[in-house]
């Protein structure tokens, strides 16, 4: 090919960055030709996030990485916003359109921001819809300029997204009189139902065409085998491998992006658990061992879902045994993360049954009350906003859900309530044991101990949790997976544990089963239920090919 | 020149979260200690002031009847205004105009078509309740926004109150709602002062003494965690307007008794010292949260801050501009030291 003896648009050389002891990059060397698509693979914590944000600026990577561009040297680290003066351009997988504008203002939104005199200029509506029709048609997208842009579909939105990144590029290239460019898109097929897909690759494909070159960043392998000329392999900050893509299987990916060898070595080293935290968490399973079977069903119940069916999952069902805790993986867009807020009535769900013990719920009719009337716990990922109420006390916040049980005869036994919370603190080792401070000065772990403290004292039959250590701390990451289990062994109590942290997964679930688009297509247990085999089963069967095409078109 | 999708990347939220917080100390019991008893403070030492410089006309038994007895209307109205706005409904503009035509609908039934005064008052009170209502119909179960759904209901009840009233003052009430509300008098203090202080009581009880008024905390701070902990958000929020609306009627009915006479725009001009008295109260007792303690605290210190500059021969105007500056302190205060608690969690 011609771009063997031209400058490459984009190389990097020797890119390390360092997250206290955590080396995110480690000598990472990345080459993008002229008009060449890279694929860049890896899953999550592989460091494609960090190298992406070192080329836009937002990280200053360790020294002695360079950057050539159109084999100039720049110097880094880059300022924010100095990415888009040298040929680069970001999409991020959120696509950053302002939902409220028209497609038109959208599209012109980038040339308007900067301020000094030309902010001050008046805009001609009339030639601005002119260029903008004339830049769509360029990309042969038939979008219309005056819609709303949050009624496009999403495949349209994404479409925007791009053409909006290309025609910065194209300018630059006007500008600039340079011949290099770059379109990073970061993860842009998540969200996308798979008939879409195709159309978003058709624009890529123009984009390149027009001059750019695309470096492609997704866990999708079908996607990237479409549309890359060559793949980039990333694992633990490293590159592992970097192959053209039609020279390399699928199976062979998968194994060079979980690195099966590499991780069995690695499992061997040493868990780390705060020491002083140790007797303090053995006390604490003591505690609620004799405290705990009181009132819990001897038997435990079996749970069992149904035809649970909404915009991302198609008829699933599944059972959670007594006692049981069952691991839900997917990637993003895979629908997992949707399972836990439709359980409890959180997002509302097109049809299915909940069946808890002898009762059966319809899934779609479900409400919150209903859900913690039933006893159905819900820990969502963001702890923030749905999880904890940050302006409220620890001991508010703990006792929530059964304060209405210390209100008798018109007295609030407030005292009570916070010695109840006093004692969960306790239990559930949440530090500083402060029950009287505020939500929000405690660290991520603590919260999220605090809500799951929340939850757990009101004996929930069935415990949903989404992403519950994500932004915690290693201690008290194995506090949380004890108390889970424990709990869970005591009560007789079901648990769906939701996460894209598949080796958390295989830590603490008796069982996993693996979602694709919207299906069940694995289910792990034992032996087999380790973090490589369910990284390959959520990778590898993400958008079948072949056999899998008559599937696709029965839905 | 930076795009929008070219330099926004999502912060690296795990790593900050940790770093912020991972010895964080929740605030201390002293600091918040004179925080919340601040304002109580600068009442005293407001009654001082006036005390030294006036004596023989400030510490007397008649102005403090009349500082207590002539604000019972702004503070059974702040009771009203308290309800929406712990449960995060910043604002009920509306609620000056329900007080408005609860005063207005007794005056015209009670003098022009001699009604039962007992009547004219539940039929003013059962007036502003139906504002209360539309405000949920259209706050609450359409899902917009309070501001301008009440600003919108506060300017079409004021107009119907120019149309019952023929844009005139009507009075005057009967006598016997007078005596009953402003003349007669308890340890020297009109009876409404009683009136406002069992509403006040009844206020403070349902939202520090009882799950009701703690899952209200949890709507106003986070009604996204409310909703998930299986709170009915949208009841509770609804049962406020109405509430609201009803206690505005009640301050309506107080309004008409004080006065005798009702002027068509009686409530319009009493919202914002309501809203300003609210507002400063989050400052005490207990900082950073709407508390009805805290708001019985701030009319009290507005309505003695007002009553010594009126002692000291000042002209109206001055007292305009004490209410002005202490909306502004109210709004300003708990930011600076919501601020001052963030700096020390960043260094922390």
């Keep these: 090919m011609e771009q063997a003896s031209a400058p490459p648009a984009v190389e990097l050389r020797q890119i390390s960055k360092v997250f206290g002891s955590n080396r995110a990059l480690d000598r990472v060397d990345l080459r993008i030709g002229q008009g060449e698509v890279v694929g860049l693979l890896g899953q999550n914590g592989s460091g494609k996030s960090t190298l992406v944000k070192v080329l836009a600026g937002v990280y200053d990577p360790e020294p002695g990485g360079r950057l050539f561009v159109g084999g100039e040297e720049i110097p880094l680290p880059l300022a924010p916003g100095q990415a888009s003066e040298i040929g680069l351009s970001f999409v991020y997988q959120n696509l950053a359109l302002a939902a409220g504008l028209s497609v038109l203002e959208n599209l012109t939104l980038g040339q308007r921001i900067g301020g000094g005199a030309r902010a001050w200029a008046p805009i001609n509506w009339r030639r601005e819809h002119r260029s903008a029709a004339a830049v769509l048609d360029r990309y042969q997208v038939g979008l219309d300029l005056d819609r709303q842009t949050g009624d496009l579909a999403p495949v349209d939105q994404a479409r925007l997204a791009i053409v909006r990144a290309a025609e910065d590029l194209r300018r630059y290239r006007a500008r600039s009189g340079s011949e290099h460019s770059v379109l990073v898109l970061d993860e842009p097929t998540v969200f996308l139902p798979e008939e879409e897909v195709d159309r978003l690759f058709d624009l890529i494909r123009t984009v390149v065409a027009e001059g750019a070159a695309v470096l492609f960043i997704s866990h999708d392998l079908a996607a990237v085998r479409a549309i890359t000329d060559r793949v980039v392999v990333l694992r633990d900050g490293r590159v592992v491998a970097e192959e053209a893509t039609a020279d390399i299987h699928e199976h062979e990916l998968v194994d060079l992006i979980v690195g099966a060898q590499a991780r069995l070595a690695e499992s061997a080293a040493p868990e780390i658990a705060p020491v002083e935290d140790v007797r303090a968490v053995e006390e604490t399973l003591a505690a609620m061992e004799a405290a705990g079977t009181g009132g819990a069903p001897e038997q435990g119940e079996n749970v069992a879902v149904g035809h649970l069916t909404d915009e991302r999952l198609h008829d699933l069902s599944f059972e959670i045994g007594p006692g049981e805790i069952l691991g839900v993986a997917g990637l993003i867009g895979s629908g997992a993360e949707e399972l836990p807020y439709l359980l409890f009535g959180a997002r509302q769900a097109i049809g299915g049954t909940l069946r808890l013990g002898t009762e059966t719920l319809d899934v779609a009719g479900l409400t919150p009350q209903r859900s913690v009337r039933e006893r159905i716990a819900l820990v969502p990922a963001d702890r923030a906003v749905q999880g904890l109420s940050q302006g409220l006390t620890l001991w508010e916040n703990i006792v929530m859900l059964v304060e209405d049980e210390h209100y008798q005869r018109g007295i609030f036994r407030r005292g009570e309530l916070v010695e109840l919370a006093r004692e969960a603190i306790d239990r559930f080792l949440i530090r500083p044991p402060l029950p009287h401070a505020v939500a929000s000065t405690f660290s991520g772990g603590n919260q999220q101990k605090a809500l799951l403290a929340k939850w757990l004292i009101a004996r929930p039959r069935l415990l949903l949790l989404h992403e519950p250590t994500q932004g915690v701390d290693v201690g008290a990451r194995r506090d949380i997976y004890r108390f889970v289990k424990s709990a869970a062994a005591l009560h007789r109590m079901a648990v769906l544990w939701v996460t894209t942290e598949f080796g958390e997964l295989a830590e603490v679930c008796d069982r996993v089963i693996v979602l694709t688009q919207g299906r069940q297509t694995a289910t792990l247990t034992g032996e087999d239920l380790n973090e490589e085999a369910i990284s390959a089963a959520a990778l590898r069967q993400t958008r079948p090919a072949g056999p899998g095409q008559q599937e696709r078109d029965d839905s | ?348």
């Design chain 2, 1 to 348: 020149m930076s795009t929008p999708h070219g330099a926004a990347a999502p912060a690296e939220a795990d790593h900050q979260e940790e770093r912020a917080a991972r010895v964080a100390q929740p605030p201390t019991g002293r600091r918040l200690g004179i925080q919340r008893y601040a304002i109580l403070i600068v009442f005293a030492a407001l009654v001082a002031a006036f005390g030294a410089a006036i004596p023989s006309t400030f510490l007397t038994i008649g102005n403090l009847s009349n500082i207590l007895g002539g604000q019972a209307v702004l503070f059974i109205l702040v009771m009203a205004v308290l309800l929406p706005t712990v449960m995060g409904d910043f604002v009920d503009l509306s609620l000056g105009s329900s007080l408005g035509i609860s005063a207005m609908t007794l005056a015209v039934l009670n003098v022009q078509h001699h009604t039962n005064v007992v009547l004219a008052c539940l039929a003013g009170i059962g007036a502003a309740l139906v504002v209360g209502l539309v405000n949920v119909f259209f706050v609450v179960y359409f899902d917009n926004d309070p501001f301008i759904v009440t600003l919108g209901t506060m300017t079409i009840v004021q107009g119907i109150i120019y149309i019952i009233s023929g844009d005139n003052s009507v009075g005057i009430v009967s006598t016997n709602l007078s005596n009953w509300i402003f003349t007669n008098n308890f340890l020297s203090i009109p009876l409404e002062f009683y009136y406002g202080l069992a509403i006040f009581l009844v206020v403070w009880y349902v939202l520090s003494f009882t799950p009701v008024g703690q899952k209200a905390l949890v709507i106003g701070q986070s009604r996204e965690v409310a909703r998930l902990s299986g709170v009915r958000v949208n009841r509770q929020r609804s049962w406020a307007f109405i509430l609201a609306a009803g206690i505005a009627g009640i301050a309506g009915i107080a309004y008409a008794g004080t006065n005798g006479t009702v002027d068509p725009t009686a409530g319009s001009s009493l919202i914002l010292p309501a809203y300003a008295a609210v507002f400063l109260g989050v400052t005490a007792i207990k900082p950073g949260r709407i508390n009805p303690l805290g708001a019985l605290i701030a009319v009290y210190f507005l309505a003695t801050g007002t009553a010594g500059l009126e002692l000291l021969g000042t002209q109206a105007y001055i007292q305009q501009i004490f209410y002005g500056a202490a909306l502004v302190a109210a709004i300003t205060i708990p930011k600076a030291t919501r601020d001052r608690f963030f700096k020390r969690k960043r260094s922390a």
